[in-house]
C-alpha cells in the first residue's frame, strides 16, 4: 500500500484491517491536520480480534482527541443479521447544535431514499445489546470466530507453505487479520 498518497485521502478510511487500526494514530494526525471529517466503514467489527472495543481502537482514538466523525455500521455480519439489511450511521458531533443540523440533513437525505426502513432487524439488534446476557452471548460468540478465523489462516498458511514449489514468502496470511486476505495471486495463478 502506497500509504504516503493513502494518507493523502483521508476522507474515507475504510475499517476493513486491524492493519489500518496500527496505523490509527498517523492517520489522525493527518485528519487533524488537515482539518477533514473521518468517515468510518465498520463491517467486520469483533471478527478481527475478537473483542468489540480492540477492534473500534481507530474511531475511539477520533472520537479521544475531540475530532467530529461518521461510522457507518452493518449487523449483516456483527449480528449474523445479512436479510435483514440492518446498519446504523453514527455522527459524533462536537454541539448539540452542530447534532442538530446533521440529523436534518440526514433526514433529509433518507426520506426521499427509503422513507420508512424496515424496523424488524433494527429490533432484533435492540433486543441483543440491551440484554446483558444475549450482549455477552454474542461477544463470546465472536471471539470464537475470532479464533476459528486465525486458525484457518494458520492451517492455509502451513499448507501453502508446504505445497508451494516455489518456496513463495505467504507470511501474509498471518500477519493480516479478519476475514479477507491479500494474496498477492493473479487470476491465471488462482
Ligand atoms: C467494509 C464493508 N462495509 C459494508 C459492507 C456491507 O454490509 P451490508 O451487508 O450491511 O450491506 C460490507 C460487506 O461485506 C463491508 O465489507
Request: aromatic share 8%; proline share 3%.
Amino acid at each position: 500500500m502506497d500509504l504516503s498518497s493513502y494518507y493523502m485521502d483521508v476522507h474515507t478510511i475504510r475499517q476493513e484491517s486491524i492493519q489500518l487500526l496500527s496505523k490509527g494514530k498517523r492517520f489522525a494526525d493527518a485528519t487533524q491536520e488537515k482539518k477533514n471529517i473521518p468517515y468510518f466503514d465498520i463491517a467486520y467489527q469483533g471478527f478481527a480480534s475478537g473483542s468489540l472495543d480492540a477492534d473500534a481502537y481507530s474511531i475511539s482514538l477520533f472520537v479521544d482527541r475531540g475530532l467530529e466523525l461518521l461510522v457507518a455500521q452493518s449487523y449483516s455480519k456483527k449480528l449474523g443479521l445479512y436479510a435483514e439489511r440492518i446498519g446504523a450511521i453514527n455522527v459524533v458531533c462536537l454541539s448539540s447544535d452542530a447534532a442538530a443540523r446533521v440529523k436534518i440533513q440526514l433526514k433529509r437525505l433518507a426520506r426521499p431514499m427509503y422513507s420508512n426502513p424496515p424496523v424488524h432487524g433494527a429490533r432484533i439488534v435492540a433486543n441483543i445489546v440491551r440484554d446483558p446476557n444475549l450482549f455477552d452471548e454474542r461477544k463470546q460468540e465472536m471471539e470464537l470466530m475470532a479464533g476459528r478465523i486465525k486458525n484457518v489462516r494458520r492451517r492455509l498458511h502451513e499448507n501453502l507453505s508446504q505445497k508451494d514449489e516455489r518456496r513463495s514468502d505467504w507470511s501474509c496470511i498471518l500477519k493480516q487479520i479478519g476475514m479477507p486476505s491479500y494474496t498477492g495471486l493473479n487470476k491465471a495463478q488462482v
